[in-house]
Protein backbone atom coordinates (compact mmCIF):
# COMPACT_ATOMS: atom_id res chain seq x y z
CA UNK A 1 0.00 0.00 0.00
CA UNK A 2 1.52 3.23 -0.65
CA UNK A 3 0.73 5.80 1.75
CA UNK A 4 -0.81 9.01 0.79
CA UNK A 5 1.35 12.12 0.97
CA UNK A 6 -0.01 15.73 1.80
CA UNK A 7 1.39 18.92 0.74
CA UNK A 8 2.69 19.77 3.87
CA UNK A 9 4.46 16.27 4.22
CA UNK A 10 6.36 16.35 0.91
CA UNK A 11 7.73 19.71 1.73
CA UNK A 12 8.97 18.42 4.82
CA UNK A 13 10.54 15.74 3.55
CA UNK A 14 11.33 16.06 -0.25
CA UNK A 15 10.30 12.96 -2.61
CA UNK A 16 13.03 10.88 -1.49
CA UNK A 17 13.05 11.60 2.65
CA UNK A 18 16.59 12.04 2.67
CA UNK A 19 19.44 10.22 1.76
CA UNK A 20 18.59 6.32 0.62
CA UNK A 21 21.94 5.25 0.93
CA UNK A 22 23.47 6.81 3.96
CA UNK A 23 20.11 7.44 5.68
CA UNK A 24 20.96 11.05 6.13
CA UNK A 25 18.34 13.23 7.03
CA UNK A 26 19.20 16.12 5.20
CA UNK A 27 19.43 15.16 1.44
CA UNK A 28 23.53 15.74 0.75
CA UNK A 29 24.66 18.59 -1.00
CA UNK A 30 26.70 16.74 -4.39
CA UNK A 31 29.27 19.28 -4.70
CA UNK A 32 30.62 17.79 -7.66
CA UNK A 33 30.70 19.57 -11.21
CA UNK A 34 31.32 15.83 -13.20
CA UNK A 35 30.50 11.91 -12.74
CA UNK A 36 32.50 8.88 -13.31
CA UNK A 37 31.57 6.34 -15.48
CA UNK A 38 31.20 3.19 -14.42
CA UNK A 39 32.64 1.90 -17.79
CA UNK A 40 31.53 2.42 -21.60
CA UNK A 41 27.94 3.08 -21.60
CA UNK A 42 27.81 3.04 -18.34
CA UNK A 43 26.75 6.15 -16.37
CA UNK A 44 25.54 6.22 -12.88
CA UNK A 45 22.46 8.76 -14.71
CA UNK A 46 24.29 11.63 -13.71
CA UNK A 47 27.25 12.87 -16.12
CA UNK A 48 28.15 16.68 -15.97
CA UNK A 49 26.29 18.92 -13.45
CA UNK A 50 24.94 21.31 -15.97
CA UNK A 51 23.26 18.56 -17.25
CA UNK A 52 21.94 16.85 -13.82
CA UNK A 53 23.25 17.18 -10.56
CA UNK A 54 21.32 14.82 -7.26
CA UNK A 55 20.96 17.63 -5.55
CA UNK A 56 19.06 19.80 -8.30
CA UNK A 57 17.18 16.66 -9.07
CA UNK A 58 15.97 16.16 -5.62
CA UNK A 59 14.55 19.94 -5.27
CA UNK A 60 13.36 19.49 -8.80
CA UNK A 61 11.30 16.58 -8.18
CA UNK A 62 9.77 18.17 -4.84
CA UNK A 63 8.82 21.09 -6.72
CA UNK A 64 7.36 19.50 -8.99
CA UNK A 65 5.27 17.17 -6.72
CA UNK A 66 4.06 20.38 -4.84
CA UNK A 67 3.04 22.02 -8.15
CA UNK A 68 1.27 19.00 -9.34
CA UNK A 69 3.49 18.97 -12.05
CA UNK A 70 5.16 16.01 -14.18
CA UNK A 71 8.83 17.84 -13.98
CA UNK A 72 10.19 20.78 -12.51
CA UNK A 73 13.73 22.45 -14.17
CA UNK A 74 15.76 24.06 -11.42
CA UNK A 75 17.77 27.77 -12.99
CA UNK A 76 19.92 30.14 -11.44
CA UNK A 77 17.59 32.81 -10.92
CA UNK A 78 14.17 33.58 -12.07
CA UNK A 79 14.38 35.39 -14.72
CA UNK A 80 16.71 32.83 -16.19
CA UNK A 81 13.83 30.55 -15.54
CA UNK A 82 11.91 33.12 -17.86
CA UNK A 83 14.18 33.49 -20.49
CA UNK A 84 14.48 29.51 -21.30
CA UNK A 85 10.37 30.12 -21.47
CA UNK A 86 11.48 32.81 -24.18
CA UNK A 87 13.53 30.59 -26.26
CA UNK A 88 10.65 27.84 -26.96
CA UNK A 89 9.91 30.87 -29.77
CA UNK A 90 11.55 32.70 -32.58
CA UNK A 91 11.77 35.58 -34.45
CA UNK A 92 8.19 36.72 -35.30
CA UNK A 93 6.10 35.28 -33.02
CA UNK A 94 4.13 37.09 -30.69
CA UNK A 95 3.03 36.77 -26.78
CA UNK A 96 0.84 38.51 -24.58
CA UNK A 97 1.78 39.74 -21.18
CA UNK A 98 -0.14 40.93 -18.27
CA UNK A 99 0.64 44.82 -17.86
CA UNK A 100 1.17 44.76 -14.67
CA UNK A 101 4.00 42.52 -14.05
CA UNK A 102 7.43 41.83 -12.66
CA UNK A 103 9.66 44.63 -14.52
CA UNK A 104 12.34 42.17 -15.26
CA UNK A 105 9.75 40.05 -17.47
CA UNK A 106 8.43 43.17 -18.87
CA UNK A 107 12.48 44.20 -20.06
CA UNK A 108 13.15 40.71 -21.51
CA UNK A 109 10.32 41.23 -23.56
CA UNK A 110 10.39 44.77 -24.39
CA UNK A 111 14.05 45.21 -24.88
CA UNK A 112 15.99 41.91 -25.16
CA UNK A 113 14.10 39.80 -27.02
CA UNK A 114 12.29 42.48 -29.06
CA UNK A 115 15.80 43.16 -31.15
CA UNK A 116 15.62 38.93 -31.71
CA UNK A 117 12.41 39.74 -33.64
CA UNK A 118 10.09 38.48 -30.84
CA UNK A 119 6.80 40.56 -30.18
CA UNK A 120 4.96 40.91 -27.29
CA UNK A 121 1.80 42.88 -26.06
CA UNK A 122 1.04 44.14 -22.59
CA UNK A 123 -2.57 43.85 -21.72
CA UNK A 124 -5.29 43.83 -18.71
CA UNK A 125 -5.57 40.42 -18.27
CA UNK A 126 -8.12 40.97 -15.66
CA UNK A 127 -10.25 41.38 -18.54
CA UNK A 128 -10.67 38.55 -21.00
CA UNK A 129 -11.71 40.90 -23.78
CA UNK A 130 -9.03 42.73 -24.16
CA UNK A 131 -6.95 39.60 -23.92
CA UNK A 132 -8.92 38.05 -26.99
CA UNK A 133 -8.79 41.39 -28.80
CA UNK A 134 -4.98 41.30 -28.51
CA UNK A 135 -4.46 37.60 -30.34
CA UNK A 136 -3.08 37.74 -33.86
CA UNK A 137 -2.09 35.03 -36.45
CA UNK A 138 1.42 35.11 -34.79
CA UNK A 139 0.65 34.80 -31.38
CA UNK A 140 2.02 31.92 -29.39
CA UNK A 141 1.56 32.65 -25.78
CA UNK A 142 0.16 34.43 -23.04
CA UNK A 143 2.12 34.93 -20.16
CA UNK A 144 -0.03 36.31 -16.74
CA UNK A 145 1.02 37.06 -12.75
CA UNK A 146 -1.68 36.82 -10.29
CA UNK A 147 -1.95 38.72 -8.15
CA UNK A 148 -0.14 40.91 -10.02
CA UNK A 149 3.22 43.09 -9.35
CA UNK A 150 2.71 45.90 -7.58
CA UNK A 151 -1.04 46.44 -7.84
CA UNK A 152 -2.58 42.87 -6.82
CA UNK A 153 -4.80 42.70 -9.72
CA UNK A 154 -6.61 39.40 -10.12
CA UNK A 155 -6.62 36.95 -13.45
CA UNK A 156 -8.72 34.35 -13.78
CA UNK A 157 -6.60 31.54 -14.68
CA UNK A 158 -9.24 29.01 -15.83
CA UNK A 159 -10.91 31.84 -18.03
CA UNK A 160 -7.48 32.49 -19.71
CA UNK A 161 -7.02 28.80 -20.15
CA UNK A 162 -9.92 28.22 -21.55
CA UNK A 163 -9.21 31.19 -24.42
CA UNK A 164 -5.23 29.61 -24.51
CA UNK A 165 -6.80 25.87 -25.73
CA UNK A 166 -9.28 28.03 -28.03
CA UNK A 167 -6.07 29.52 -29.93
CA UNK A 168 -3.81 26.81 -29.40
CA UNK A 169 -1.47 29.21 -27.21
CA UNK A 170 0.66 28.13 -24.45
CA UNK A 171 -0.22 29.61 -21.14
CA UNK A 172 2.34 30.58 -18.69
CA UNK A 173 1.71 31.15 -15.31
CA UNK A 174 4.53 32.93 -12.79
CA UNK A 175 3.17 31.84 -9.62
CA UNK A 176 5.85 33.35 -7.66
CA UNK A 177 3.55 35.01 -5.06
CA UNK A 178 1.92 32.41 -4.22
CA UNK A 179 3.62 29.68 -4.34
CA UNK A 180 1.92 26.02 -4.50
CA UNK A 181 1.05 25.68 -1.25
CA UNK A 182 -1.52 28.40 -1.81
CA UNK A 183 -2.10 28.12 -6.02
CA UNK A 184 -2.39 25.30 -8.36
CA UNK A 185 -1.83 26.75 -11.62
CA UNK A 186 -1.43 23.87 -13.95
CA UNK A 187 -4.47 22.18 -12.20
CA UNK A 188 -6.73 25.43 -13.72
CA UNK A 189 -5.23 24.67 -17.07
CA UNK A 190 -1.76 26.33 -17.55
CA UNK A 191 1.25 24.87 -19.76
CA UNK A 192 3.80 26.27 -17.38
CA UNK A 193 4.55 27.83 -14.14
CA UNK A 194 7.29 29.91 -13.21
CA UNK A 195 8.81 30.64 -10.12
CA UNK A 196 10.94 32.64 -8.55
CA UNK A 197 12.69 30.67 -6.08
CA UNK A 198 14.76 33.78 -5.01
CA UNK A 199 11.24 34.62 -2.74
CA UNK A 200 8.74 32.26 -0.96
CA UNK A 201 10.54 29.24 -2.14
CA UNK A 202 13.58 30.09 -0.44
CA UNK A 203 12.18 32.34 1.82
CA UNK A 204 15.55 33.27 3.55
CA UNK A 205 16.22 36.34 1.21
CA UNK A 206 20.03 34.30 0.95
CA UNK A 207 19.47 32.52 -2.46
CA UNK A 208 19.06 33.16 -5.70
CA UNK A 209 16.88 30.84 -7.79
CA UNK A 210 14.49 29.91 -10.81
CA UNK A 211 11.98 27.16 -11.59
CA UNK A 212 9.80 26.27 -14.29
CA UNK A 213 7.10 23.29 -14.33
CA UNK A 214 5.14 21.98 -16.76
CA UNK A 215 3.08 18.63 -17.37
CA UNK A 216 3.46 18.12 -21.24
CA UNK A 217 6.61 16.01 -22.07
CA UNK A 218 7.09 17.37 -25.65
CA UNK A 219 7.47 20.57 -23.89
CA UNK A 220 9.93 19.67 -20.64
CA UNK A 221 11.97 17.71 -23.23
CA UNK A 222 12.73 20.72 -25.07
CA UNK A 223 12.95 23.35 -21.74
CA UNK A 224 15.55 20.50 -20.62
CA UNK A 225 17.61 20.69 -23.61
CA UNK A 226 17.33 24.90 -23.66
CA UNK A 227 18.41 24.87 -19.54
CA UNK A 228 21.36 22.56 -20.62
CA UNK A 229 22.61 24.30 -23.68
CA UNK A 230 22.07 27.70 -22.34
CA UNK A 231 23.50 26.70 -18.76
CA UNK A 232 22.10 29.09 -16.30
CA UNK A 233 21.10 26.20 -13.81
CA UNK A 234 20.95 25.82 -9.97
CA UNK A 235 24.19 24.98 -8.36
CA UNK A 236 24.02 22.05 -5.85
CA UNK A 237 24.27 24.72 -3.03
CA UNK A 238 21.70 26.70 -4.06
CA UNK A 239 19.27 23.34 -4.60
CA UNK A 240 20.10 22.34 -1.09
CA UNK A 241 18.84 25.88 0.16
CA UNK A 242 15.75 25.63 -1.64
CA UNK A 243 14.94 22.44 -0.31
CA UNK A 244 15.85 23.48 3.23
CA UNK A 245 13.14 26.76 2.19
CA UNK A 246 10.61 24.44 1.26
CA UNK A 247 10.79 22.63 3.86
CA UNK A 248 9.05 25.05 6.25
CA UNK A 249 7.32 26.79 3.43
CA UNK A 250 3.41 25.91 4.40
CA UNK A 251 4.16 27.48 8.09
CA UNK A 252 6.18 30.70 6.76
CA UNK A 253 3.53 31.69 4.46
CA UNK A 254 0.36 30.95 6.82
CA UNK A 255 2.06 33.03 9.62
CA UNK A 256 3.49 35.41 7.31
CA UNK A 257 0.19 35.75 5.65
CA UNK A 258 -1.99 36.36 8.85
CA UNK A 259 0.64 38.87 9.58
CA UNK A 260 0.03 40.65 6.31
CA UNK A 261 -3.82 40.56 6.87
CA UNK A 262 -3.06 42.24 10.10
CA UNK A 263 -0.62 45.39 8.75
CA UNK A 264 -3.54 45.75 5.69
CA UNK A 265 -6.25 46.35 8.65
CA UNK A 266 -3.79 48.62 10.29
CA UNK A 267 -2.84 50.67 7.06
CA UNK A 268 -6.50 50.53 5.85
CA UNK A 269 -7.82 52.22 9.23
CA UNK A 270 -4.95 54.79 9.12
CA UNK A 271 -5.92 57.91 8.21
CA UNK A 272 -2.43 59.57 5.90
CA UNK A 273 -3.22 55.73 3.92
CA UNK A 274 -5.45 56.50 0.90
CA UNK A 275 -5.72 53.13 -0.30
CA UNK A 276 -4.28 49.13 0.38
CA UNK A 277 -3.81 47.05 -2.36
CA UNK A 278 -4.19 43.18 -0.47
CA UNK A 279 -6.14 40.58 -2.25
CA UNK A 280 -6.60 39.18 1.24
CA UNK A 281 -9.21 42.52 2.51
CA UNK A 282 -12.67 41.61 1.88
CA UNK A 283 -13.58 44.57 0.36
CA UNK A 284 -10.47 44.65 -2.61
CA UNK A 285 -11.17 44.01 -6.17
CA UNK A 286 -9.76 40.34 -6.70
CA UNK A 287 -10.72 39.07 -3.51
CA UNK A 288 -13.61 36.83 -4.54
CA UNK A 289 -11.78 35.38 -7.90
CA UNK A 290 -8.49 35.11 -6.20
CA UNK A 291 -10.54 33.03 -3.36
CA UNK A 292 -12.03 30.74 -6.16
CA UNK A 293 -8.67 29.75 -7.63
CA UNK A 294 -6.23 29.73 -4.42
CA UNK A 295 -6.52 28.84 -1.15
CA UNK A 296 -4.66 31.95 0.23
CA UNK A 297 -3.75 35.42 -0.45
CA UNK A 298 -0.10 35.52 0.15
CA UNK A 299 2.24 38.45 2.05
CA UNK A 300 2.16 41.10 -0.49
CA UNK A 301 0.34 43.89 -0.71
CA UNK A 302 0.66 47.70 -1.84
CA UNK A 303 -0.54 50.93 -0.38
CA UNK A 304 -0.78 54.58 -1.42
CA UNK A 305 -0.39 57.49 0.77
CA UNK A 306 -1.72 60.71 0.61
CA UNK A 307 0.61 62.82 1.07
CA UNK A 308 3.85 62.31 -1.01
CA UNK A 309 6.33 63.63 1.39
CA UNK A 310 5.28 60.68 3.92
CA UNK A 311 6.89 58.26 1.49
CA UNK A 312 10.64 59.83 2.10
CA UNK A 313 9.68 59.70 6.11
CA UNK A 314 8.19 55.95 6.08
CA UNK A 315 11.85 54.55 3.64
CA UNK A 316 13.69 56.58 6.42
CA UNK A 317 12.11 55.99 9.83
CA UNK A 318 11.00 52.43 9.58
CA UNK A 319 13.37 50.51 12.20
CA UNK A 320 12.33 46.91 11.91
CA UNK A 321 11.31 46.39 8.45
CA UNK A 322 13.95 47.38 6.06
CA UNK A 323 14.49 49.02 2.79
CA UNK A 324 15.33 46.49 0.11
CA UNK A 325 13.78 45.01 -3.25
CA UNK A 326 12.86 41.71 -2.99
CA UNK A 327 9.89 39.73 -1.32
CA UNK A 328 8.88 36.90 -0.03
CA UNK A 329 11.42 36.39 2.99
CA UNK A 330 10.98 35.50 6.68
CA UNK A 331 12.14 39.10 7.10
CA UNK A 332 9.45 42.64 5.91
CA UNK A 333 10.90 44.71 3.56
CA UNK A 334 9.38 47.45 2.27
CA UNK A 335 9.79 48.92 -1.64
CA UNK A 336 9.29 51.94 -3.72
CA UNK A 337 8.51 50.23 -6.80
CA UNK A 338 8.29 53.24 -9.51
CA UNK A 339 12.47 53.79 -8.55
CA UNK A 340 13.23 50.02 -7.92
CA UNK A 341 11.63 47.26 -8.94
CA UNK A 342 9.24 48.83 -11.58
CA UNK A 343 11.81 51.78 -12.72
CA UNK A 344 12.21 50.04 -16.32
CA UNK A 345 8.34 50.32 -17.06
CA UNK A 346 7.08 53.01 -19.48
CA UNK A 347 5.57 55.80 -17.64
CA UNK A 348 2.15 55.73 -19.39
CA UNK A 349 2.31 52.13 -18.37
CA UNK A 350 2.91 53.01 -14.98
CA UNK A 351 0.65 55.76 -14.91
CA UNK A 352 -1.90 53.56 -16.33
CA UNK A 353 -1.40 51.08 -13.59
CA UNK A 354 -0.73 53.53 -10.58
CA UNK A 355 2.40 52.69 -10.01
CA UNK A 356 3.27 56.32 -8.98
CA UNK A 357 5.43 58.47 -6.77
CA UNK A 358 2.43 57.49 -4.11
CA UNK A 359 2.90 53.80 -3.84
CA UNK A 360 4.80 51.58 -1.57
CA UNK A 361 5.16 47.87 -1.46
CA UNK A 362 4.94 45.69 1.76
CA UNK A 363 6.44 41.58 1.80
CA UNK A 364 5.40 41.01 5.02
CA UNK A 365 7.46 38.34 6.82
CA UNK A 366 6.72 36.22 10.30
CA UNK A 367 8.25 38.67 12.51
CA UNK A 368 6.10 39.79 15.81
CA UNK A 369 2.85 41.73 14.03
CA UNK A 370 2.79 44.28 16.35
CA UNK A 371 6.50 44.89 16.34
CA UNK A 372 5.83 45.87 12.57
CA UNK A 373 2.93 47.58 13.22
CA UNK A 374 4.05 49.75 15.48
CA UNK A 375 7.13 50.12 13.49
CA UNK A 376 4.46 51.09 10.43
CA UNK A 377 2.77 53.43 13.04
CA UNK A 378 6.00 55.24 14.22
CA UNK A 379 7.16 55.92 10.64
CA UNK A 380 3.86 57.52 9.48
CA UNK A 381 3.42 59.53 12.48
CA UNK A 382 0.59 61.55 13.93
C1 LIG B 1 11.68 38.41 -8.42
C2 LIG B 1 10.70 37.98 -9.44
C3 LIG B 1 11.13 37.45 -10.65
C4 LIG B 1 12.60 37.35 -11.04
O1 LIG B 1 13.28 36.45 -10.24
P1 LIG B 1 14.86 36.55 -9.91
O2 LIG B 1 15.07 35.35 -9.06
O3 LIG B 1 15.08 37.84 -9.22
O4 LIG B 1 15.56 36.47 -11.22
C5 LIG B 1 10.17 37.02 -11.54
N1 LIG B 1 8.85 37.11 -11.25
C6 LIG B 1 8.42 37.62 -10.09
C7 LIG B 1 6.95 37.71 -9.83
C8 LIG B 1 9.32 38.07 -9.15
O5 LIG B 1 8.87 38.60 -8.00
Given at each position: ?????????????????????T???S????????????????????????????T????????????G????????????????????F????????????????????????????????????????????????????????????????????????????????????????????????????????????????????????????????N?I???????????????????????????????????A?????????????????????????????????????????????????????????????????????????????????????H????????????????????????????????????????
Amino acid sequence: MTIKKSFETIAVNGVSGGDRRTGAISFPIYQSATFRHNGLNNSTGYDYSRAQNPTREETEKTLASLEGGNEAIGFSTGVAAITACINLFKAGDHVILSDDLYGGTYRLFSETYKEFGLEATFVDTTDTTSIVEAINENTKAMFIETPSNPMMKVTDIKAVAQIAKEHDLLLVVDNTFLTPYYQRPLELGADIVIHSGTKFLGGHHDLLAGFIVANDNNIIERLRRIHMSTGATLSPFDSWLVLRGIKTLHIRLDRAQENTLKVAKFLDNNPKIEKVYYVGLENFDGYELNKKQATGFGATLSFRVKDKSLIEKILNNVKVIRFAESLGGVETLITYPITQTHSEIPEEIKKRLGVDEYLLRLSVGIENVDDLINDLDNAIGK
